[in-house]
């Protein structure tokens, strides 16, 4: 018996750390991609850019250890079905399930101890600290964050326009600006170039050759624009103010969510849905071995890319259940605890029915 979970394990682990890597890889490409542009345009130091990837990892960590137990199970044991060795097992008397569900198991129950403090205090922690270096580099290296051809809200009340940003310059630039009696200013301007100086909290905006227009929200009738060579806009106390951020349900630690909903007394159920997704997303190792195990063993299949192609539809359904349960534990339709556990619940119980299926059945 020792033999044989050696045996299960070895298979087990290279497809884990394998698709772990794959899945972690394409979760943050789209981060990578960004963090290339800030480090090779914007010349952002590799200090800053390696301190946002360790803050933006635990928090994609926490749904791609998920994923990958899930394929690195239907792959391993997968393979054990496509080469009748699942039969062979049969065959001398074994139940294939007290052989292959304890190893695979422990490993389950690991993980959710590691990703109990990954999900409760790691990665909330990461994400905010990612957003608040964000928001420092915005001040250091504005243009850092801006991208070509895209609107983009950088400070409160203003949005910008950039046509292509080349050595730190900005060209064609259009600024909406918001004003507190709802008029909109709009800036325009061939270039501009952000100047920071950290040490008075000073981030000001130089535009050359542009124009000002604003309608009076009051009067439609008024109607202002003026011409300009030069105009600084000045950002300091905006966006240094910006730094002092407030941390959202997803930002939040499980102590910190407590103590909010203890010192909340309305509209608690966004809190209380965020603290039951981290608890539930720390235990969906166990619902994806349950499921991954006997569609392993119906399906034989023994190819990763086979593995992905059984197992992405089951990820799928998780993760739009995970989002209803959390729409629908907002509003206040389902206790927060039954919407966020009901993936895990109907995936897990999806999973036992076909254990116990394929335990008197095998193609």
């Known amino acids: 018996m020792r033999i044989l979970t050696r045996y299960i394990l070895r298979e087990f682990i290279d497809p884990f750390f394998s698709s772990l890597c794959v899945f972690t890889f394409i979760l943050f490409l789209g981060n990578m991609f960004r ?116 609107p983009m809200k950088l400070f409160k009340g203003y949005t910008f326009y950039i046509d292509k940003i080349r050595n730190n310059i900005l060209y064609n630039v259009i600024i909406y600006q918001l004003k507190p009696d709802s008029s ?11 100047i920071s100086k950290p040490k008075i909290k000073s981030l000001v905006l130089k535009l050359k050759n542009g124009s000002i227009e604003e309608l009076n929200s009051k009067n439609s009738n008024e109607y202002f624009k003026c011409s300009f060579r030069i105009y600084p806009v000045d950002f300091g106390s905006i966006a240094y103010d910006m730094i002092k951020l407030k941390k959202s349900a997803i930002e939040m630690t499980s102590n910190d969510l407590k103590n909010k909903i203890i010192n909340k007394k309305t509209n608690i159920n966004k809190l209380y ?49 995970m989002i209803s349960g959390s729409i629908i534990g907002q509003k206040g339709y389902m206790p927060p605890a039954v919407a966020m556990w009901l993936p895990n619940i109907i995936i897990g119980t999806t999973g036992i029915y076909l254990i116990y299926k394929t335990s008197y059945s095998h193609r």
């Open 184 to 194: 909109v200013r709009t800036i325009t301007a061939k270039q501009g170039r952000f």
């Open 273 to 321: 849905v965020e603290l039951y997704r981290k608890a539930s997303l720390s235990f969906t190792f166990i619902p994806f071995i349950l499921i991954g195990i006997p569609l392993s063993i119906r399906y034989r299949r023994s190819s990763k890319f086979a593995a992905m192609g059984i197992g992405m539809p089951v990820i799928l359904i998780h993760y739009l259940l």
């Open 35 to 150: 963090l290339a542009n800030m480090l090779v345009k914007e010349r952002i130091s590799v200090l800053s850019i390696l301190k946002l990837v360790v803050c933006l990892l635990p928090f994609i960590l926490t749904y791609t250890l998920p994923m990958a137990i899930l394929v690195a199970t239907l792959t391993s044991i997968g393979r054990l079905s496509s080469d009748n060795e699942i039969i062979a097992m049969k065959a001398t008397g074994i139940n294939p399930y007290r052989i292959i569900m304890p190893p695979i198991l422990a490993v389950g129950v690991i993980l959710c101890l590691v990703s109990l403090p990954l999900n409760n205090t790691i990665a909330p922690n990461a994400n905010f600290s990612s957003k608040k270096l964000f928001k420092e580099i915005g001040i250091l290296n504005p243009s850092a964050l801006l991208e070509e051809k895209k």
